[in-house]
């Protein structure tokens, strides 16, 4: 069975950068996974933040970017701030309709 | 404005069914594909089901086959989700999403606020 790995946790200085990844337990990650990814606060709804590797969401700010870098793709977020705080969420399409999340990482902004 | 409002969500016993509704609006709701994803308490998401909008298809995640079916009715603009022999593993916040295209390839662009589903006995 196909599992999606994102670190389970990582920190971020205001106003630095982060890349958080999401990848594959077998494989490589590539643009025919169509990744996704999504901000989600406790107890609130996931929000889009871009699909299909790198297409941003509506209103989406430019701070949040996405890729695909080496085997694995990626979230950057520049120029961080303290409501970027939260869970992110990627989801690769596996074929025949199906996707896989991976397990979410928790952002630390300090 | 997309707006997608879940309801149904309530206290079952295990065995038992629930059947989800999402009340679409503010897009052309026949042309996009839908899905379910759920979010156990204190866990990640999962992704439940999906439906194409062109007729070609539903999905399931291994989890919930066999026990769920997906369906719309495009006249009405509403996905529905028909839980069946319910386990108290299905307890999470069940989302309705919108698929970014016509099948479900490239993820969701809106999400609904949620509806909750209990099991327990």
């Known amino acids: 069975q196909t599992v999606v790995t994102q670190e389970p946790s990582f920190s971020v200085s205001p106003g630095g950068t982060v890349t958080l990844t999401c990848g594959l337990s077998s494989g490589s990650v590539s643009t025919s996974y169509y990744p996704s990814w999504y901000q989600q606060t406790p107890g609130q709804p996931p929000r889009t933040l871009i699909y299909s590797t790198n297409t941003r969401s509506s209103g989406v700010p430019d701070r949040f970017s996405g890729s695909i870098l080496g085997n694995k793709a990626a979230l950057t977020i520049t120029g961080a701030q303290a409501d970027d705080e939260c869970y992110y969420y990627c989801?690769?399409?596996?074929?025949?309709?199906?996707?896989?999340f991976g397990g979410g990482t928790k952002l630390t902004v300090l | 404005e997309v707006q997608l409002l879940e309801s149904g969500g309530g206290l079952v016993q295990p065995g038992g069914s629930l059947r989800l509704s999402c009340a679409a609006s503010g897009f052309t709701f026949s042309s996009y594909a839908m899905s379910w994803v759920r979010q156990a308490p204190g866990k990640g998401l999962e992704w439940v089901s999906s439906f194409s909008a062109a007729a070609d298809g539903t999905y399931y995640a291994d989890s919930v086959k066999g026990r769920f079916t997906i369906s719309r009715d495009n006249s009405k603009n509403t996905l529905y989700l028909q839980m069946n022999s319910l386990r108290a593993e299905d307890t999470a916040v069940y989302y309705c999403?919108?698929?970014?295209?016509?099948?479900?390839?490239?993820?969701?662009?809106?999400w609904g606020q949620g509806t909750l589903v209990t099991v327990s006995s």
């Open positions: 999403a919108k698929v970014v295209q016509i099948r479900p390839r490239e993820g969701f662009d809106y």
């Open positions: 989801v690769l399409f596996m074929g025949s309709g199906i996707w896989v």
